[in-house]
């Protein structure tokens, strides 16, 4: 689920057009660990993709025949770096996290979805603050953004990571975390905590609990823990412990954001174990998008973007998940239930607007009109 670091009243509004799509050539492939590689796209000659640190890049790939698409987060600042970059980590069995290390080289093209996400904040050169980072595996790769970001944009801001990661081999950004702590000493705190800590290792290692924690957060700058804002990434589990404890330290749940990389897989495990009993009937939904006009039959179960697709119909999307707003579609008339929420703001809810890749109808007279 997405949070934004932007107040209400200082969200940016998204344009309500469709997403725009870009052919991005690949400079550089970099081999981060044994499973991780970040991929650095030139900036296309045309003028410069604008983006916030944070946000994330849709791949879309053809993969045995099929069209794949999957969100990938910028690990590159806007304000740091001139390439945009994207740190893929394999995920076993994974279609998109294998087939890119096994087939991309620089030269390649990808085709991708303007960069999109909440998960970001704005910067303000007076601000004083204090971030405090909770990242797992690939889950570093916002992180990476937002503090470069930080560290260059707030000169009296700070920020401390507690990085967890199974073994030392699997640490992505490792050197470069390292330079950056000593270039912005006292400004960057990184603590790693691994599962599997060799004899010589100087971090900590087992699970973060709240032993462990209490322990960690001495370790920290103390700008009062109440008032820090907290951010997480990572496999679902962590986040789950992270929140569990956060709790436990009396952190509020405003001051806490997080960005969940769940794969559409996933997702859609998660979707059929709580469609609840209202939407078991199949029913007609019209779709108005790019001047035409489609009706599709969603089944019980079935979400209305999942149904278009299957049709054929070309519809904006990406995560899949309620995360991204790129199905983003506002429903001239009936009832739509979302399994996901949070992807839209409670002004877009009042003002109708739906997300297709998690939506269901609940009436007969369904009328969703995208971009
Ligand atoms: C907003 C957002 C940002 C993301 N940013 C990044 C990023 O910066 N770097 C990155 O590496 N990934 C990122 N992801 C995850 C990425 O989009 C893919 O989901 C991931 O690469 C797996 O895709 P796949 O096609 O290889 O796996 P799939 O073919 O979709 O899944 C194959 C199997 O792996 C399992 N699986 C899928 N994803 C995960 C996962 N994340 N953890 C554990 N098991 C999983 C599935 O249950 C399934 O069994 C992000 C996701 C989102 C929604
Ligand atoms: S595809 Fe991302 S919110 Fe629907």
Redesign the pocket.
């Known amino acids: 689920m ?1 949070f934004s670091l932007f107040k209400k009243s200082e969200k940016k509004e998204e344009s309500h057009s469709g997403p725009h799509y870009y052919a991005l050539k690949v400079k550089n492939i970099v081999h981060e660990t044994k499973d ?1 590689i970040s991929i650095v796209f030139e900036q296309p000659v045309s003028g410069k993709i604008a983006y916030r640190s944070g946000q ?1 890049l849709t791949l879309i790939v053809p993969i045995q025949g099929k069209d ?1 698409r ?4 910028l ?1 590159s600042s806007p304000f740091v770096d001139s390439d945009l970059v ?4 394999r ?8 087939w890119l290390p096994d087939n991309l080289k620089a030269g390649s093209t990808l085709k991708v979805m303007e960069p999109m ?1 909440q998960f970001t904040t704005d910067y303000q050169k007076e601000r004083k603050r204090h971030l405090i980072m909770f990242a797992g595996g ?1 889950g570093i ?2 992180m990476m953004s937002l503090i470069k970001s930080l560290l260059t944009q707030e000169p009296d801001s700070i920020v401390s990571l507690i990085y967890c990661n199974r073994n030392i081999e699997s640490i992505i950004f490792k050197e470069e975390l390292t330079r950056l702590e000593t270039k912005y000493e006292g400004r960057l705190h990184v603590i790693q905590v691994l599962d599997e800590a060799p004899m010589n290792w100087q971090g900590y290692s087992g699970l973060l609990n709240h032993e462990m924690l209490t322990k960690l957060f001495e370790r920290i700058p103390n700008w009062g823990m109440e008032k820090s804002t907290y951010l997480m990434c990572g ?1 679902e589990g962590m986040m789950k412990n992270v929140e569990t404890l956060l709790d436990q330290h009396h952190i509020p749940k405003e001051n806490i954001f997080k ?8 997702a859609k495990e998660q979707k059929k174990e709580t469609t609840p009993a209202a939407e078991n009937k199949a029913r007609e939904v019209t779709i108005r998008y790019d001047g035409h006009e489609y009706k599709v039959l969603v089944q019980p179960n079935r979400a209305i973007l999942e149904t278009a697709l299957d049709a054929g119909i070309d519809l904006p999307y990406s ?1 899949q ?1 309620g ?2 707003t790129a199905c983003r579609g506002k429903a001239l008339s009936g009832k739509v239930k979302l399994d996901e929420e949070e992807g839209l703001s409670q002004s877009e809810r009042d003002e109708g607007y739906v997300l297709t890749c998690v939506g269901h109808p609940l009436t007969d007279d369904v009328v969703i009109e995208i971009g």
Do not use: Q, W
């Open positions: 997405a991780a994330f794949v999957r969100a990938y987060s690990c994207v740190s893929v980590k995920v076993d069995n994974g279609l998109m996290s294998n996400g690939s790769t916002p496999p960005e969940s990389f769940v794969s559409p897989t996933i995560c998940s995360l991204c």
